[in-house]
């Protein structure tokens, strides 16, 4: 399994943006899916923002063009940018790692794959 450490969380008001960062060790890092999910109080799990080994990305709709996933292969490094940040935005971020494929398609995690502990996102209106 990967290990996955997040920061760059904090609090923030609507309209500012943060930059999340998810540090891997694992040499494959850059054969692995990659993804952010989140999870606000009360509800479900959601992914956000995936990546591929070759750079491909994919967006949950909802959050296109706010947010920019991209990865640092030398640092073996997670990024996710986030602008215009929202209240709705307000969550736990985590970063997951998978060699599956079923990441990137379906933002979904199958067992074998990593979490990080989670970075919190609170954003006030």
């Known amino acids: 399994q990967v290990k996955l450490e997040e920061s760059g969380g904090g609090s923030v008001q609507a309209g500012g943006s943060l930059r999340l960062s998810c540090e891997a060790s694992?040499?494959?890092?850059?054969?692995?899916?990659m993804g952010w999910f989140r999870q606000a109080p009360g509800k479900e799990r959601e992914g956000v923002a995936a990546i591929g080994p070759d750079g491909s990305t994919r967006y949950t709709d909802s959050l296109k063009g706010r947010f920019t996933i991209s990865k640092d292969n030398a640092k073996n490094t997670l990024y996710l940018q986030m602008n215009s940040l929202k209240p709705e935005d307000t969550a736990m971020y985590y970063c997951?790692?998978?060699?599956?494929?079923?990441?990137?398609?379906?933002?979904?995690?199958?067992?074998?794959?990593?979490w990080g502990q989670g970075t919190q996102v609170t954003v006030s209106s």
């Open positions: 694992a040499y494959s890092y850059s054969t692995y899916y």
């Open positions: 997951a790692a998978s060699d599956s494929r079923l990441l990137f398609s379906f933002f979904f995690v199958p067992a074998g794959g990593s």
